[in-house]
């Protein structure tokens, strides 16, 4: 079986393969507001279907349609390379800042602007174009698929562990990719070998029933003034936070991942222009920026919302005040555990009437440098794009790696294609990939497919 | 003359009152936003020439119109009592929260809701039908009557300073009455003899060009957290001010003061109640939470905006974030003293990343128990309401009081009618007055502009 043939179906197909992406892109699945998640599965089990892929529409208890789908390889490989991806999106908030509507698809040149059209649509159909490939090219796939496309990522997929574990006989396979990911800031393909984890809270305080005129300040209790005494006890100006044991599961990078580390081409200034800023925060230099970025534990407010937000001045005493807050978290901590120092934290520093909710529990993960799907996809990189891949011991950002690599025992790998994520305005107003970004990816998937094939 | 008469002429015309009251209800006026001064300054004039009073609309340099208007006394009086009132009010913002429209005037049984209805187009109307019903009644007023209504009490009067000092001459005046009160919480008239001063400023923080992903956390600084920590060495969860010098010119009350602060009615429980809270701040008891809601200097956060505000979980890193706060002051602070202090203060905590802007001065002011207004004003309340009012020795809100103390040199009062503060939902959603507060509280300025006639 040549993977050429492959290639060039690819080639030739870009146009209807990019119309359905658009197709895909205009359907809003927006997982933190309930928004489109059916539909959204109906569009993407069509596109399987119309590829050749077995597919079903698999429920999660209590939360969005899983798409799974399979293709059995006809000559009888007994490997079986699981793929996962999600269909689900960010909110496209604040909705003022777009140049293009989020589910316009719109076409600027070579960008392709929405939301999902880098995190993570253009993968999902890479994916389900590059299964189709191979069956119009060699009408067999070199080794079993399996795909599952979740529409809960981007808010921490709260269901897939029950799925997984509801599903384990179904889900065998021999390793995981999960194509999710974008490229590295040099604009090389990016294969990660674990993710942080992540554990996301609502903090909420109430005082009375509503914003109250600001001269009962002295007399009635400022929600707002709550929750930021409580903040000042949760994360110093320094970075650190100061929950008790926060720290304690903490491992640093194996001499392995070091090595990796030292590795990663990494452009500091290229950010900091990106971003619109001047300096790294606490570190002297880029080197030691992108150490942070992989390896700390962060605290993050997400949002935080009480009184007048609106022109000018109004004198108001807040009744009640929100905060939105996501802890990324290094191997081997847990979010379940954190929670509870979190929550006996507050207890202890007299926050009781700050009430805690908890979404999206995810736990890091990390597969070996030295895994086959890793090489795989060195190689595979390599044939696609012509250039090596930058392995990246972990990604900064979290996903449900650990179903994979914990629960499965798998190796899994993250990697994807697209612009960088720092350009790509992924979670940010405006996020977009390119045609050629979107083709390429398409040809690495089936590169990675045949590869892994391949490997002893 | 007879002020019975001028009384009965208010009872007969009750309809046709509330007519006008309403008509000047349901035009915004909204100074934090800019929205309809210059078509609300035309109801206002009209509604005053439509009473016979001489009136002028003023421009402000750089601020909404001031309606000023005049009546001469016939039978040649000397003495001259100038009545303050503004006719602008806060953002009606939570629009979601309100029951019928803000803007709507809309008559609940005995209420009439809308933004104004309390805080102060009910006093403003009082005032204009008082004078009416005087001219109407009995040809005449009984001491020559002058009349500021400003745009811009509720953004904290920022061009009405220049405004009386370009205005002296014609505003020489023997006292005044600033209507723009409420009802004492048992439900009698209050005169308050000195109001708080305020400072209004919003904080800024700027990190990035937009919202990032949080993966980020690690390299770029959280423009949300540096405001928390800012304003965690702003006040202390005790209560107390941590700004250097900041409780400098604070003064306490004098004894006559005191001996006022020990006569005020004060149910707590009524107010939690309605508050729809369990427990007064940082206070034993009812006596003890007066005190310090009329003494205390406060540091409010009465709005904070940044991130994502929506529903479920967006890990975003915020590239900007802002916050409102007001600062109460009392005498003898000073709101551009204060300013320094806190500019002084974040520059010395190492915060010089954060934007301050202010808008809203005001100085606190007072007045002494004994000055003839303050008589006037009690011998009125109990001839229109049939009790004794209520006498503060300040309020805990604040005005621009100190232009008539501190810059024209006369003794000045805040009186008013309507429900209390506390009940009618003045500065929040459901604002609301009754028709018999309305219609008494037109007897009342009435009576106080003859008793003050009538004083040695």
Known sequence: ???????????????????????????????????????????????????????????????????????????????????YGHYDVQPPEPLEKWDSGPFEAAIHGKKIVGRGAADSKNNVTSCVKAAESFLKALNDVPLNLKFIFEG???????????FIEENKERLKADSVVCYDGDFDETGRA??????????????????????????????????AWRLVWALSTIKDPDGKIKVKGWYDEVEPFTPQQSRLLKKIPFHGENFLREFGTKTFLNAKNSREALQHYLTEPTAT????????????????????????MDFRLVYDQNPRKQLQRLKDHLHSQGF??????????????????????????????????????????????????????????????????GPPSAYSHA???????????????TKYIASIIDSYARIG
Request: hydrophobic content about 35%; proline content about 6%; some cysteine.
């Open 152 to 162: 809960e990522e981007e808010i921490g997929s709260p269901h897939l562990p029950s």
């Open 301 to 324: 407010i997400c949002g935080f919302k009480t009184g007048y937000q609106g022109p000018g001045s109004k004198t108001v005493l807040p009744g009640s005040a929100m905060l939105k």
């Open 190 to 223: 990016k294969i990660s070998l674990g993710v942080k984890g992540l554990l996301y809270v609502e903090l909420y305080c109430r005082k009375a029933k509503e914003d109250l005129h600001s001269s009962y300040a002295p007399i009635v209790e400022n929600p």
């Open 1 to 83: 079986m040549s993977l050429s043939s492959v290639l060039g179906h690819i080639k030739d197909n870009r146009e209807g393969f990019l119309r359905d992406f658009r197709t895909l892109l205009r359907q809003p699945s927006i997982s933190a507001q309930g928004k489109g998640l059916d539909e959204c599965s109906k569009i993407v089990k069509k596109l399987m279907e119309n590829a050749g892929i077995k597919t079903r529409i698999l429920p999660e208890k209590g939360g969005n349609p899983v798409v799974y789908g399979e293709v059995r390889s006809k000559q009888g490989s007994s490997k079986t390379l699981l793929i």
């Open 427 to 441: 979670h940010a107003p405006n996020e977009y990939t390119t045609t050629d970004h979107f083709i390429a990816g």
């Open 352 to 417: 009781d009437d700050i009430k805690v909710k908890a979404f999206g529990f995810l736990e890091p993960s990390r597969t070996s440098p030295s895994a086959p799907i890793a090489k795989a996809a060195e190689k595979a990189a390599r044939l696609a794009y012509g250039t090596s891949a930058v392995v990246y011991p972990r990604m900064a950002a979290s996903g449900p790696d650990y179903l994979f690599t914990k629960r499965l025992g798998l190796d899994s790998i993250w990697t994807g294609s």
